[in-house]
């Protein structure tokens, strides 16, 4: 029986022995390998940290590209702008200018000159009519104190009041081609050119509302480049700042 328990007890001490020795080898294998995989772990998250921040910064660098593109674009828009405004204005100016002179030369020399010159035609024609009139009276006298073959006297007479009638009806032409010009004609060419200098004055004021629009729409567009630009490089310069950060972070661990 004492032989049995002592072989029970150093069966027991064996079996403690191992188990302690295995707790204590395991104990002792997992305290320095935590710290390792922990390091590890943080090289990996560092080195994936310096790609991102690579891949952020080409981005970045090449929308600042782009955005600098689109802002030299911006600029030569306002100053094509400018030029192109410059020139429609000038162009809607001069037209609106000589829309102006001709109504005025119209008004003060063309349409007088042009009345006057159908009123003397007017008074040329009745003088003829009065002249006309005068001789055939002569010619009705004269037959009638002279006694004369009576064919000759028709002729003569015939003809003197044929001329007569002619002219009677070219001063009722006269007459009405001087009151169509007066009251119609030309009133009718004053009003276009009246129309013609209004529409010139719209198309004027419709230039320039519409080169202000186009300046507004190209500051616009002006601003809004040099609003992007600003963005990425702040962007930038907010990319450096946290590489800046870290690196102190890094190094003042690495120090402690």
Known sequence: MNGSWMR?????????GLTGCGLLGIGGGDQPAAPVAS?????????????DTAAKRTELNQRL???QLKLEKAKMDVADQETDASDRLRQATEELELARARL?????????????E?????????????????????????YEAQDLDDKTSEYVVARGRRNA?????????????????????LPQELRKLKLEVDRKNTALEKTQRDAKGEKLSRQIALE???????KIQQELKDLDAKKDRKGKKDKKEQEE
Do not use: W, Y
């Open 8 to 16: 029970t007890c150093c069966l027991g001490g064996s079996l403690l």
């Open 39 to 51: 390091a590890a772990e943080e090289e990996a998250a560092a080195d994936n940290n310096k790609e």
């Open 65 to 67: 590209a782009i955005a």
């Open 104 to 116: 005025t030369q119209f008004e003060t020399l063309d349409s007088p000159a042009r009345l006057a």
């Open 118 to 142: 159908a009123r003397l035609s007017l008074r040329s024609v009745k003088d003829r009519k009065q002249e006309a009139d005068e001789e055939l009276a002569q010619i009705e006298i004269m």
């Open 165 to 185: 009638e002619r002219m009677a009806e070219s001063v009722a032409i006269q007459e009405k081609e001087t009151e169509s010009l007066e009251q119609h004609t």
């Open 224 to 230: 809004s480049a040099h609003a992007e630009v600003s």
